[in-house]
């Protein structure tokens, strides 16, 4: 499945499309590249596959990730989310398909502009801070001089300027951290691609990423980041991509996904039982949530008749037009995915 | 494949350790322990021999005295020199004391001698001899001792009887014993050792114990360094920050930095090594620490020796490292890996059964055929070139199939390191190594 989607240069959106997939058919894709709007996505994925052995662990996802977006890779655990950013950055070779950097096949050198914090992350613990933040620095080009100076800055600012002559296994687990995030963004790159950056983290260390996030969107830079929890992606986002078991199942800007759907999304309580709500004629979709029900109605649906026909059923003391949140659209994404 | 971060990840890898304590203290350490272990067991030893309480029971008469003289009097620089024969110096191991006691023959037979086991386990003696009619005959005297495993003091008591006796038969048949002793002395070989840059004396055992020196250090660092990158390789993976790492740096790189730091990490140890062994058996540094006697010649360590040794120190390093680092990327945990080092550990260890034929033959078609397999080349060649230097081409020809050898291996452990390195879980099998190898 194929999404993609305009950008103007600031960022917001244009004009853009998103694979409509409570019918459950594919989009074979309207063609909408960048040499139409002369704006080069940061960071590309066209139909990348990678199995290993029989598994197919990404099955032809495509994603763009517009410049000076934050953009959410999101699905649950096993989804295809790190092996997606492993190919990304190269770590991995897909079997097939593409990935391109400033809207140009990657090259080598592009990694070096990235400012990657693997799922799976940790230090040499007998170097020292210094040491390591400085090894960082080279392995991204950083000339030493200046890596130094930049060393001394950032740790400073992450209040472990006192730290910089312990060696790593002096510290706690949260000053690690933050020496990770250290390390990872010290080169000041263009593109942050995280691959789950909260998980594991204490509060101050979240605190600290979430700043960063925001300090790095508002100075035109581009993230992406995947992640499992939806509440933190539905905070930070702007766009996601949602996948499911290697495909891409939900993409689009959050905000327009979330128009899309506001029209027909109704949370409902009612005493009615749940097989009957949904065999009510109008409703396309009943989701069980913690907090109630939520009805998807069919898109010719009539809510003020949707509603007459559930009050016959039973005692309605709630029904109510709702945006939807992630979470919502996520269930109802994967049950079409299904 | 670029050169930077091979240099960025190889100045890490060479930096922590040599800025480390524990690799000057090694380096420091090492040539002390070696020279205790070879100076001390030969001082213990001396001090444990030096004095041995020995009972003597002559039963057929005329030999204890002499005998006990003689143990005694072979302190002394020899008796018996004749004139035109310079009297063989006593070697330090042969001038044990004893302490003999002349016991006569009394009484019961067996009960004197069940006495004399009583006083050796009282601990008032430490062993007794009993010289018998009949033992003597067939050449033969009895030695009782709680230890019988000091055949140094054996063989020296077996020595003196055998000249005491054999004095009293050549007497008895009316030959002169001195005359004999002069006539049958023994003839040393006096040892040249023939070189390109001027013959000079070498004792034979000297040169034997420098090939075997050789071999072993080279055994020793070649394993330790290759283990080195195995237990790095795991630290990488098990620390989780390999994948940090691989974020702008390719396996490969990562897999050449990494074998190239911490080659010169062992080269510098070994550089510090043999600078401090050849300036010590330089022969005006010898005769100057007065570490030797004057007639021992040491064999001098050249700094084409040295080379070759460098040389293959790295070739057998890299050829072994390689297989070490894919071990490491393959497997979990030190435990896991040591099952598969030790196979690599067999070629390791395979020159050592090839190491006394070589040194007698260095020439043989058996050691130049061996020395040419690349696993084996590094320990045997090292043999070899310390025993006799072989013709250059089968030096040159035995240094090129070993690189060649080493490409191939970095292509294959690669391959395997690629993989690895980022699987975390149970062991691969072989078959699933061999998909590695073929699918990378």
Redesign the interface.
């Known amino acids: 499945m194929v999404c993609r989607f305009l950008q103007t240069a600031a960022g917001k959106t244009r004009r853009g499309w998103i694979p409509y997939l409570r019918t459950g058919v594919g989009f074979s894709g309207r063609k909408a590249s960048q040499e139409e709007s002369g704006v080069s996505n940061n960071l590309e994925l066209r139909e990348v596959r990678k199995a290993y052995g029989d598994f197919v662990a990404v099955d032809g996802v495509s994603l763009a990730v517009p410049p000076g977006a934050v953009f959410g890779l999101l699905g649950q655990n096993g989804a295809g989310k790190t092996t997606s950013i492993?190919m990304i950055?190269?770590?991995l070779a897909p079997d097939r398909g593409e990935v391109l950097f400033f809207g140009r096949p990657r090259r080598?050198e592009d990694?070096?502009r990235?400012g990657?914090?693997?799922e799976?992350?940790?230090?040499?613990?007998?170097?020292t801070v210094f040491d390591h933040l400085l090894?960082?620095a080279?392995?991204?080009?950083v000339e030493r001089r200046r890596a130094g100076k930049l060393i001394t800055e950032w740790l400073e600012r992450v209040e472990l300027g006192a730290w910089a002559k312990a060696r790593v296994e002096a510290l706690s687990k949260g000053m690690q951290q933050k020496i990770?995030l250290v390390?990872t963004i010290l080169h000041d790159p263009d593109i942050l691609i995280l691959d789950e950056p909260f998980s594991g983290l204490d509060p101050i260390a979240q605190a600290l990423f979430k700043d960063l996030i925001g300090d790095f969107k508002a100075r035109g830079k581009t993230i992406l980041f995947s992640t499992h929890i939806l509440e933190q992606a539905e905070k930070l986002c702007d766009h996601i991509c949602l996948i499911s078991h290697g495909k891409v199942i939900l993409a689009g800007e959050l905000a327009a996904l979330k128009r899309e759907r506001g029209g027909n999304v109704y949370r409902l309580t009612t005493s009615a039982d749940r097989v009957t709500v949904a065999a009510t004629r109008g409703v396309a979709e009943v989701l069980d949530q913690p907090s109630g029900l939520r009805l998807v109605l069919a898109a010719d649906a009539d809510p003020a008749a949707v509603l007459r026909k559930l009050v016959q059923h039973g005692d309605v003391t709630d029904f109510r037009s709702e945006v939807p949140d992630l979470e919502t659209l996520f269930i109802q994404a994967v049950r079409h995915a299904n | 494949m670029?050169i930077?971060?091979i240099v960025?990840i190889a100045k890490?890898e060479y930096f922590?350790r040599v800025k480390?304590k524990g690799f000057w203290v090694a380096t420091l350490l090492l040539p002390i322990a070696m020279a205790a272990l070879t100076i001390l067991p030969s001082m213990i030893a001396m001090k444990s021999r030096a004095s041995q309480r020995l009972a003597i029971v002559d039963e057929v008469g005329g030999y204890g005295a002499a005998l006990a003289a003689k143990l005694v009097e072979e302190e002394k620089p020899a008796a018996v020199a004749a004139p035109g024969v310079e009297p063989r110096k006593p070697r330090k191991e042969e001038t044990a004391q004893f302490k003999v006691e002349l016991v006569a023959r009394a009484g019961d037979r067996a009960a004197q001698r069940t006495d004399l086991d009583r006083r050796v386990l009282a601990g008032e003696i430490d062993a007794w001899l009993w010289l018998s009619p009949e033992g003597l005959a067939k050449n033969e005297v009895e030695y009782h001792a709680e230890s019988v495993s000091n055949f140094m003091t054996q063989s020296r008591l077996s020595g003196v009887v055998s000249a005491v006796v054999g004095e009293a038969r050549l007497k008895a048949a009316g030959i002169d014993a001195v005359q004999v002793s002069t006539l049958t002395h023994d003839i040393d070989l006096e040892t040249t050792r023939v070189l390109a840059e001027g013959s000079r004396q070498e004792g034979g055992m000297a040169g034997f114990f420098l090939a075997y020196f050789l071999f072993f250090l080279l055994y020793m660092v070649t394993l330790l360094y290759g283990q080195q990158v195995m237990n790095g390789v795991l630290?990488?993976k098990s620390?989780?920050?390999?994948?940090?790492?691989?974020?702008?740096?390719?396996p490969i790189e990562l897999l050449l930095g990494k074998l190239l730091g911490i080659g010169l990490a062992g080269l510098t140890q070994l550089v510090v090594w043999l600078t401090t062994m050849a300036a010590l058996s330089a022969p005006a540094v010898l005769t100057a620490l007065a570490l030797l006697p004057e007639d021992v010649k040491m064999p001098q360590v050249g700094l084409g020796l040295i080379a070759h040794f460098l040389i293959l120190f790295l070739l057998g390093f890299a050829l072994f490292a390689t297989l070490y680092a894919a071990i490491g990327a393959a497997t979990n945990n030190v435990q896991e890996a040591q099952q598969f080092a030790g196979f690599l550990v067999v070629f390791l260890v395979a020159p050592m059964f090839f190491l006394i034929p070589i040194i007698n033959d260095p020439d043989s078609t058996m050691a130049v055929v061996l020395s040419m397999i690349p696993p084996l080349t590094p320990m045997l060649m090292m043999l070899r070139i310390a025993v006799k230097m072989p013709p250059l081409w089968q030096i040159l020809a035995a240094y090129a199939l070993t690189t060649a050898f080493i490409v191939f291996l970095i292509w294959v452990c690669a391959r395997i390191y690629r993989i690895g390195i980022?699987m975390?879980g149970k062991k691969p099998t072989f078959q699933e190594l061999w998909r590695w190898i073929r699918y990378a």
């Open positions: 492993r950055m190269d770590i080598l990694l070096r990235v990657y914090l693997p799976e992350r940790g230090l040499y613990r007998k170097m090894f960082f080279e392995l991204h080009g990770q390390g | 670029r930077d971060p960025t890490r922590s480390s630290e990488e620390s989780r920050i390999v994948e940090v790492i691989l974020a702008t740096v390719r980022l975390y």
